[in-house]
Each structure stands twice: as C-alpha cells, then as structure tokens.
C-alpha cells in the first residue's frame, strides 16, 4: 500500500495485537480492522491521490435542516458570524493533507 516514489512510512500509531477467532461466537467469518491499517491505507490513497472538493451554499436545497451559512459554520469556526454576520451564505474549499489518529471500536 505505498507509493514507490515516496516510500513506506509507517502510521504513528502502533501496531495493535491481532485478537483470536472467538470460538464462542456462530458466525463463520471474523474480521479485525485496526487503526494501523486504517491510518496506512489513508496515508498511502493521500499520496497517490488528491482529495479536495468544493461545496457551494447553493447546493443545498431549500428546506434542508442544514444551511451552509455562516450562523452554521460558526460551529466550526466560532466567530465567523460575529465578524461576517449571520445567515449569510459561505462557499467552502476543501483540501485533505493527512489523515490519521484514528479509533476503531
């Protein structure tokens, strides 16, 4: 899973203990998917692959129970509504540089 121009690099998490089949339970096929593998595959898809986007205020309908505006990005931006105002519409650009950290239960 790395791309032969940059290399392998391992995920800075650590390789967990895989578990046991567990015996006691019917079904046939038991998977285990860690946070090394997750954080491996992501790291390897962003260096061969761009992810970025675009969301337009206008792409969500009218009706909807969510809003691209400022009053709703200013849960992830606090502030932006006192210093832009609120309910105006906000364009979002997207980049995906890293991706990692993650937990799987």
Known sequence: MFDKRVGEQDPAVAIPEMPYKDPTKPQAYQAFV???AIDGFT???LEVMDVEGWFNSTMIPAGAPISLDTT????LLPGISNYYGR???VNV???????GDFTVK
Do not use: E, R, T, W
């Not at 709703?72 to 849960?75: L, T, W």
């Open 87 to 89: 309910d105006l519409p």
């Open 93 to 99: 650009h997207f980049k995906v540089l890293k991706l």
């Open 72 to 75: 709703m990005v200013n849960i």
């Open 34 to 36: 860690s946070s090394y």
């Open 43 to 45: 790291n390897a898809l």
